[in-house]
């Protein structure tokens, strides 16, 4: 390639799996990532919102993930992530409840509704190691409605998470660890001489999209601007989590100011407390005095 390109921008991962010229890649990682869960592998699908070369321009407004359907109409959606935001986690749970929600049309019965499927790759982890349920690797984390015993309630689809930070295996033994390596690795291959576990059909195919984008300089641009987004969100970013540590800290300082003071009205209260008391003390031993000298006066007289 004459230019590295890295697969995870969304704009080219929505040409990868988003494509119609790619429907058997979307077919190949759906199957990979998804595995024994379906009943059967997939064999085909109808990409709902195909990625569209024209429609890229303004890469700030585009649709950038990837809905679709395969031949039993179970519903499909994924998306790559590469910022984490406070809101990530509702929003991965909200969209998996559009997705499944939408296929009814209005007097619909419930029977009408498919498995659906939400599949988010994340370039930063999102979730604690210990979260991975019921042996699942570190960087794969599946969510499906199940009781204490693990037990699915009804098969609904569910979301899958696959946070690429957390991958690491250096050995390709499935076909998704492949796809992973390649999100990860792919910017740096060499597309004249790729290593062995990039010796695949589907695999060369990816990296042709990863050449078109890096030999054709209309796609190329559109690449860098979106590069350039990503920056300037991230950016964005950082000046809001500095702002906020900055708001924290005043936070801190004004709620330790209020506490040296209350500890200080506090004091000035047990001053005046101990003060009162030892006036009412005084007032005492003087009114002991006082009753003293009436009863020595007469013995005096």
């Known amino acids: 390639m004459r230019r590295p390109i890295d697969p995870k921008v969304d704009c080219v991962f929505k040409a ?10 979307l077919v190949h990682f759906l199957n990979a990532t998804l595995g024994e869960t ?5 064999r085909e699908v109808e990409i709902l919102n195909p990625y569209n070369d024209r429609e890229q321009a303004d890469s700030k ?4 993930d990837i809905k679709a359907q395969d031949e039993n109409k179970q519903q499909y959606q994924i998306e790559i992530q590469l910022l984490n935001h406070s809101g990530l986690s509702a929003r991965i749970i909200y969209n998996w409840g559009l997705l499944y929600t939408r296929q009814l049309k209005e007097s619909d019965p419930y029977e009408l509704l498919k498995p659906s499927y939400s599949i988010w790759l994340l370039a930063e982890p999102l979730l604690d190691d210990q979260l991975a349920y019921f042996g699942d690797p570190e960087f794969l984390h599946v969510y499906r409605f199940r009781d ?3 037990r699915c309630f009804h098969n609904h689809g569910g979301i899958w998470l696959l946070e690429l930070s957390k991958f690491q295996a250096a050995d390709v033994e499935t076909e998704l660890q492949r796809w992973l390596r390649f999100f990860l690795e792919a910017e740096r291959l060499d597309s004249s001489n790729l290593p062995v576990w990039m010796q695949t059909n589907e695999m060369r195919q990816a990296m042709q ?18 590069i350039s987004y990503l920056r300037i969100q991230r950016s964005l970013e950082n000046d809001l989590k500095q702002a906020l540590q ?7 300082e004004r709620e330790i100011a209020i506490q040296e003071k209350e500890a200080a009205v506090q004091e000035k209260d047990i001053a005046i407390q101990e ?15 006082d009753q003293l000298h009436q009863q020595i006066k007469p013995l005096s007289e």
């Not at 999209?209 to 979106?226: G, P, V």
């Open 16 to 25: 990868l799996l988003g494509s119609n010229n790619n429907r058997n890649l």
């Open 275 to 289: 003060k009162d008391a030892a006036v009412l003390e005084a007032a005492r031993l003087k009114a002991l005095l």
């Open 61 to 64: 407004l585009s649709i950038v």
């Open 148 to 150: 204490n015993q693990g």
């Open 38 to 42: 379906l009943r059967c592998p997939i």
């Open 209 to 226: 999209t990863l050449k078109l984008f890096s030999d054709e300089d209309r796609a190329y641009w559109e690449y860098q601007d979106r």
């Open 246 to 252: 900055e708001k924290e800290a005043v936070l801190q």
